[in-house]
């Protein structure tokens, strides 16, 4: 059943740890808009699961510490205000949905808790679902041209 988002007072939006991570190291980007200005009536949710995510990448990836010069304290300054700026989803239920990339289902997972509208991901294994129980599944830019078209 497809919801009727325009009866909604406030969308439901999930940012992937893809689109946080390029909010975190591109301050001028799509991503890191989406994060900071989001469209009025926009609530952003994540989970615990996706904040660590986060993290490990921010944290251990050296391909990206070698390219953006950050800190550890910057990591972490950065994952407090996304528990500030999102609502928290602090259990997730067991979902087998994605199966090139079981670390996606965390974000699916997150998604049907919240009852979202969207998931906004640039991950090519979310993007091929396109849909997940009516929750969209859509590119930053995709979703940024709804919004602005009033497309729901």
């Given at each position: 059943m497809?919801?009727?988002?325009?009866?909604?007072?406030?969308?439901?939006?999930?940012?992937?740890?893809?689109?946080?991570?390029?909010?975190?190291?591109?301050?001028?980007g799509l991503a890191a808009e989406l994060l900071t200005r989001p469209a009025e009536g926009t609530d952003l949710y994540t989970?615990?699961?996706?904040?660590?995510?986060?993290r490990r990448v921010l944290l251990e990836k050296d391909h990206l510490r070698k390219r953006f010069s950050y800190s550890d304290a910057n990591v972490e300054r950065f994952i407090e205000a996304l528990r500030a700026k999102c609502i928290v989803i602090k259990s997730l239920p067991d979902l087998r949905v994605i199966e090139r990339d079981p670390k996606d289902d965390m974000v699916i997972a997150c998604a049907v808790v919240a009852q979202a509208d969207y998931i906004v991901s640039r991950d090519l294994?979310?993007?091929d679902l396109k849909a997940y129980r009516g929750i969209q599944i859509v590119?930053?830019?995709?979703?940024?041209?709804r919004l602005r078209s009033d497309n729901f």
């Open positions: 497809q919801k009727n988002m325009r009866n909604r007072i406030r969308l439901r939006v999930i940012l992937d740890s893809v689109v946080l991570v390029s909010a975190f190291i591109t301050e001028d989970a615990e699961e996706i904040l660590q995510e986060v294994d979310l993007l590119s930053p830019e995709d979703f940024i041209r």
